[in-house]
């Protein structure tokens, strides 16, 4: 359960704590909330076809206890990987338990009414296969990766995780010690705390700038009794979501679910998170004695809902994604002033953040930040040219389908169709929309997410 640092692909972003690294994809949808265009309900162990594509289906069912079951038939593959997601994250705690939803994620790998802390840890890994989770702000994850034959065991081991951990309290003893190491690992990695800082003192207090590791302090006293507490009000049937994707049956895997995931109640709080009201601009620092100086510099940016994501997505593409990005070309090979640049984007059901990373020596982080500032600048008023445009369209559009070749990324997809409340959105569909967005749209959305002025700066590192 090492904390997840972030991707550093220029892409989207989204910091998780927990055993592994999520995707963050600019493509995915926003958490549930009644939202129009809802896939319809479909009684146990009847599997509507979504899609149809190459051979491969991608059914839903529902069970009584409102479980959401997706699956995703890959042809051509001897794997499954599956998963269960709760929809309960670190936006979701009150003050007093902030960071509890990763601790809880730690503490079920301590033991469940069936098996021991070892004996989950050697489940899969005897068979080849792998275990895994991690949390974000809006859910908590626990998947695997098997061989096809081995599903059953997976989905078996899965659901004993998320339904009938132990926790105990002289487990929480050990592992709490564990996640403050996870704390301090944090405090030591100077590029990961700077993302911590500048999303607290941006978000001033609202949840999508809450820590999801917690604070140290909280951490230390939290109980046993509090994670059960936690456990029994959020890890229920309709906060619940099952998804399997490669060499998988529809059928059988609701038959497994049905049995398997049957003790889970059949209501639950849905929880939420308020709307955020306002956001920090202008500058902050945290003086450290450092080698490099920490720069982030970013603002909130619409939800996941807002079809502009899209132009969104070119436009951070473009500015901050790779070796041809203009931050890479300005910053690093022009001016030589770092070697880690990048532009971010993610993306909540309320709001969302879009900003850019930069590491430099103390001496050169007035250059670097003017810089920045300059191509923010000309970004804002001018756009991305017509070639420009279409060349990151056409990298954009590369990534996703490159990332669709994974079962691991179609698994991360398919339970994100139940956490997010649009549409389904078909691989052609999502291309489709890329192909729509006009050098206007790009425009529009550079001349208000990426005007210099309304920018929160923030710095770590020597004064």
Not at 56 to 69: D, I, M, R, T
Not at 84 to 105: F, K, T
Not at 266 to 286: I, N
Request: aromatic letters at 6%.
């Amino acid at each position: 359960m090492t904390f997840s640092r972030f991707s550093r692909s220029g892409g989207s972003l989204e910091r998780t704590g927990g055993r592994g690294l999520t995707p963050a994809s600019p493509f995915a949808r926003p958490p549930s909330g009644g939202a129009p265009g809802r896939l319809p309900l479909v009684p146990e162990g009847q599997g509507a076809i979504l899609q149809e594509a190459g051979g491969g289906e991608l059914q839903e069912s529902f069970l009584p206890n409102g479980v959401h079951v997706l699956t995703e038939r890959i042809p051509g593959v001897r794997s499954a990987s599956t998963g269960i997601w709760i929809r309960q994250g670190a936006a979701h705690e009150p003050d007093g338990l902030a960071g509890a939803s990763h601790l809880l994620e730690h503490m079920v790998f301590k033991g469940t009414e069936r098996r021991s802390a070892e004996e989950i840890a050697r489940s899969l890994e005897a068979r080849g296969g792998s275990l895994d989770a991690y949390t974000t702000r809006e859910h908590t994850a626990y998947h695997a990766r098997v061989l096809d034959e081995d599903l059953p065991l997976a989905l078996d081991v899965l659901s004993d995780l998320t339904l009938r951990p132990l926790l105990r309290e002289e487990d929480l003893a050990t592992e709490r010690e564990v996640v403050l190491e996870e704390i301090s690992m944090v405090e030591d990695t100077p590029d990961d705390l700077v993302f911590e800082l500048h999303a607290e003192r941006m978000w001033e207090g609202h949840p999508y700038g809450r820590s999801i590791l917690g604070p140290r302090e909280r951490v230390a006293g939290m109980t046993a009794n509090d994670l059960g507490d936690l456990h029994r009000l959020r890890y229920r049937g309709p906060n619940l979501v099952l998804a399997a994707a490669g060499n998988v049956d529809h059928a059988k895997v609701v038959d497994l679910a049905g049995e398997l995931m049957a003790g889970a109640e059949s209501s639950a709080d849905p929880g939420g998170v308020h709307v955020p009201e306002g956001y920090r601009t202008g500058e902050d620092a945290l003086t450290r004695d450092l080698a490099q100086c920490h720069l982030v510099l970013g603002r909130p940016t619409m939800p996941h809902a807002d079809p502009r994501r899209y132009a969104l997505s070119i436009l951070n593409q473009a500015f901050g994604g790779g070796m041809s990005s203009r931050l890479f070309q300005r910053i690093r090979e022009q001016m030589g002033l770092a070697y880690t640049v990048f532009s971010f984007q993610s993306h909540y059901a309320h709001s969302g953040a879009v900003g850019v990373y930069v590491g430099t020596r103390p001496d050169w982080v007035e250059r670097a930040t003017e810089a920045v500032m300059e191509e923010l600048r000309t970004l804002a008023t001018e756009g991305l040219s017509d070639e420009e445009l279409e060349r990151t369209r056409g990298q954009l559009k590369g990534q996703l389908m490159l990332s669709m070749e994974s079962t691991g990324s179609r698994l991360y997809r398919l339970a994100h169709f139940a956490l997010y409340d649009e549409p389904f959105l078909t691989l052609d569909d999502v291309l489709a929309r890329i192909d729509a967005v006009t050098a206007e749209d790009v425009r529009g959305v550079a001349g208000e997410y990426f005007q210099p002025g309304d920018q929160f700066v923030f710095r770590l590192g020597p004064s």
